[in-house]
């Protein structure tokens, strides 16, 4: 049972990434994903997650507009559009799995993947 993060990169201010998260061992349908991201000697922050029934938590209203989240069932894979990237969305980001009717607090995640680093710099 797996995750796995990539897909990250560096990439101009205003540019776009698609950050993938496939499952290996599971399926997605079950369970809700979440996006989160950390800084080396940060805390993590909670980004995005897509709840079993396909709907949509952004815990920062900042990133509505900015970034989407997504699921494919026929390769089990969830995706993170990231648009107009900005040099704070600098960081290393991470999936992760909750259960539940919804999108939980941070500490409600409980298998994570490895991340996948973000780089936004001219």
């Known amino acids: 049972v797996q995750l796995q993060a990539f897909g990250g990169g560096l990439v101009p201010p205003g540019g776009s990434l698609r950050l993938s998260c496939a499952a290996s061992?599971?399926?997605?349908?079950?369970?809700?994903i979440g996006w989160i991201r950390q800084a080396p000697g940060k805390a993590r922050e909670a980004r995005l997650c897509f709840t079993s029934n396909f709907s949509t938590t952004y815990y920062r209203d900042s990133l509505k507009g900015r970034f989407t989240i997504s699921l494919e069932n026929a390769n089990n894979t969830v995706y993170l559009q990231m648009n107009n990237l900005k040099p704070e969305d600098t960081t290393d980001y991470y999936c992760?799995?909750?259960?539940?009717?919804?999108?939980?607090?941070?500490?409600?995640?409980?298998?994570w993947g490895q991340g996948t680093q973000v780089t936004v710099s001219s």
């Open positions: 992760a799995t909750a259960t539940g009717p919804f999108c939980p607090a941070l500490r409600d995640f409980t298998f």
């Open positions: 061992g599971f399926t997605f349908d079950k369970f809700n």
